[in-house]
C-alpha cells in the first residue's frame, strides 16, 4: 500500500512535533520543515521514524521564497506527492511591545512568516497537488494553525494578532479556490498551550486559569492540537471545507 505523505512547518518541537507524531501514527510519511539543523532534534526524527514514517528533515526559513520551493521540491523527489499540508511554522514578536511602540521592523518579521510564508507556501503546495491523481477520497488537505488570537486582541502583541487573523483569512480563500479541485482547507484555532511559546508567560496563564476564564481549566497539550489536525485530514470531514475548530478550553465561549 502506498503511503500518504505530509508536509509539517515547524514540525520539529511543541505543536508541529507533536501534530508529526499523529500523523506518523496515522500512516503518513513526512516531511519536516525547520529552522534549526536536524542534528538538534535528532532524537525527535528518529522517535517519528519508530512510529512508522519515512522522515524527509529541510532546514529553511518559511519567509524565504527560495527556502519554500525548496521544500515542496525536496518533499516531490522524496515521496513522489504532497497529500497533506499542515502550515503550522509561526513566530511571535520577538519583543512585546504595546501597539503605539510595535515597529515595521517586527511588523515584517511576524508578517512574513506567519501570513506570507503561509500564503505562498500554500500556493505552491496546492499547484503540487492539482498535478496528481486523486489518492482515496480527496485530492489533498490544507490545514492551518492558527490561533485564538485571530479573533481575540492582545495590543502587547498587535502584530501577531494581524498575522493569525490573516491565516484565518487564508484558509477561507484556499478553501474557495480549491474546492472543485478536491482539496480541503481548514483551521485549527489552538488557545493556551503548554509549549516554548508560552513559557515566558506561564504566570499570566496559571492566574487566568485560577480566575476561571477557561471553562476547561487546564492548559492546553500540544497533543490536544494533533488529534484535531488528525481528525480533519482524515476521511471524516468530506463535506467541509474553510471551517475552524477552536481547541482552547471553551475561551472562546462568550459568558455573562
Given amino acids: 500500500m502506498v ?26 510519511n513526512l516531511s519536516i520543515f525547520a529552522t534549526q539543523d536536524e542534528e538538534n532534534h535528532r532524537g525527535s526524527m528518529d522517535e517519528l521514524r519508530t512510529l512508522g514514517a519515512e522522515v524527509l528533515y529541510v532546514k529553511g526559513n518559511l519567509g524565504m521564497a527560495a527556502d519554500r520551493n525548496h521544500l515542496v521540491e525536496e518533499t516531490v523527489k522524496t515521496f513522489g506527492s504532497i497529500h497533506v499540508l499542515v502550515n503550522n511554522a509561526g513566530v511571535g514578536p520577538k519583543v512585546r511591545n504595546d501597539l503605539l511602540d510595535m515597529t515595521e521592523e517586527s511588523w515584517d518579521h511576524v508578517l512574513g512568516i506567519n501570513a506570507k510564508g503561509n500564503m505562498f ?15 482515496g477520497r480527496k485530492r489533498g488537505c490544507i490545514i492551518n494553525v492558527s490561533s485564538c488570537s485571530a479573533s481575540v486582541s492582545s495590543i502587547s502583541r498587535g502584530e501577531y494578532c494581524v498575522s493569525k487573523a490573516g491565516v484565518s483569512m487564508l484558509t477561507t480563500l484556499f478553501a474557495d479556490r480549491l474546492a472543485a479541485e478536491g482539496i480541503l482547507v481548514n483551521e485549527v484555532r489552538p488557545g493556551v498551550i503548554a509549549t516554548d511559546m508560552t513559557s515566558g508567560v506561564k504566570e499570566k496563564y496559571d492566574a487566568l486559569i485560577d480566575a476561571g476564564v477557561f471553562p476547561i481549566a487546564r492548559w492546553g497539550t500540544p497533543e490536544d492540537v494533533a488529534n484535531a489536525v488528525s481528525a480533519l485530514v482524515s476521511d471524516q470531514f468530506l463535506y467541509t471545507t474553510g471551517s475552524y ?4 478550553g471553551g475561551f472562546h465561549i462568550k459568558r455573562l
Fill in 3 to 28: 503511503k500518504k505523505t505530509a508536509i509539517v512547518t515547524g514540525g520539529s518541537r511543541g505543536i508541529g512535533l507533536a501534530i508529526a507524531k499523529q500523523l506518523a501514527k496515522d500512516g503518513y
Fill in 121 to 135: 507556501l500554500t500556493q505552491a503546495v496546492a499547484r503540487q497537488m492539482m498535478k496528481q491523481e486523486v489518492m
Fill in 245 to 248: 475548530i477552536d481547541v482552547d
